[in-house]
């Protein structure tokens, strides 16, 4: 078992990576109340299950899997479960799924009288080694991602590898990608054993991925400035997946920023990246339309005025920041987009 702890004053709390700490979960996790149990259908329902056997009085909602429920109509549907069941400021949100439910789960516990408790128990790759941890909770608003949202830090994060072993090749991927940008700005060696050996110890890679983002959120809790490194990838990223969201097949989040960071990288980085993301099945191009494309990533959050703050890498295991156009963005991304 590790325990990473994040420092953050009265918001600290304690990150517990070990396999079957689902089955612990009792002990872990403050469950003796009511508690909203977030989940999706893809998510296999005995994880749900097992959180609620452990709670006094539990509601198990099953949303169906997708972003297209990290909205407001779910939102406010969340809140009206919980009202009904007369929820106080002393029971407890569990999300139990990826990125989505956390985000989601975590928004409606930052609101709901003005805040209660809130647990993440990711079951994806992706949520274990990023989105779970950080206090990031929001929805999805006007066709733009995280639009509407919150810091939030949860009480607690519980993360069993072993659930990973329902995830598809696909789902596995998209987390390995969040787990390269990580190594690309923070850890030189952490990316060579990436690189070298694709199926390094995957226990390993979640708890150093975890410590690079502890570690940020430590100093800049708010995104004022560190934490903006951690949106390596996902200017372009976020874009390209605001519009993919409209297609028939569209792109994951980790697929989409793993184009995003090929956008921003050296020719030598970038080499480096396209084999890792080759060897994973992760597309390394795309296309779709200019326009819409530099639409998309000025209503970036990230943006002033006509200039977007985006994260660079040009030696792996560092960063830089800088400000750029659009045009400037679009220009760098040659090689990766096929634009029309």
């Not at 409209?246 to 980085?269: A, K, Q, T, W």
Request: with cysteine; net charge negative.
């Amino acid at each position: 078992m590790s325990v990473l702890h994040m420092e953050l004053g009265a918001n600290s709390y304690d990150i517990t990576v070990e396999r079957g700490a689902l089955n612990r979960a009792g002990e872990l996790l403050k469950l003796e109340r009511k508690v909203l149990i977030v989940t999706d259908d893809g998510v296999p329902k005995e994880y749900a299950e097992k959180i609620a056997s452990f709670c006094a009085e539990p509601h198990i909602v099953t949303l169906p899997m997708g972003e297209q429920n990290k909205c407001m109509k779910t939102y406010s549907d969340l809140l009206e479960v919980m009202v009904k069941n007369e929820f106080d400021r002393n029971d407890c949100v569990v999300a139990v799924g990826g990125g989505v439910m956390g985000d989601l789960a975590g928004f409606v516990a930052s609101t709901y009288m003005r805040g209660v408790d809130f647990y993440n128990v990711p079951t994806t790759l992706l949520s274990q080694i990023d989105s779970s941890i950080g206090g990031k909770v929001a929805v999805d608003f006007a066709g733009y991602k995280n639009l509407v949202g919150a810091f939030y830090q949860p009480k607690a994060v519980l993360i069993d590898p072993n659930v990973l072993s329902t995830l598809s090749s696909r789902q596995f991927a998209c987390g390995m990608a969040e787990a390269v940008k990580m190594f690309a700005t923070f850890n030189a060696k952490m990316f060579e054993a990436v690189e070298k050996n694709p199926d390094e110890d995957i226990d390993k890679i979640i708890i150093e991925a975890l410590k690079i983002k502890r570690d940020v959120v430590e100093k800049d809790e708010k995104e004022k400035g560190l934490r903006k490194v951690l949106n390596f990838g996902h200017t372009v990223g976020h874009a390209i997946e605001s519009i993919e969201e409209n297609s028939d097949y569209p792109l994951f989040h980790g697929e989409c920023v793993g184009i995003g960071m090929l956008c921003l990288s050296s020719p030598e980085v970038a080499g480096r990246l396209r084999r890792i993301l080759h060897r994973m099945d992760i597309p390394t191009s795309w296309r779709g339309g200019e326009e819409e494309l530099k639409a998309a990533m000025l209503h970036d959050k990230k943006a002033k005025g006509d200039r977007i703050t985006v994260i660079k890498v040009d030696t792996v295991g560092t960063f830089k920041e800088e400000k750029l156009t659009v045009d400037e963005i679009v220009k760098r991304c040659g090689e990766v987009l096929v634009l029309s």
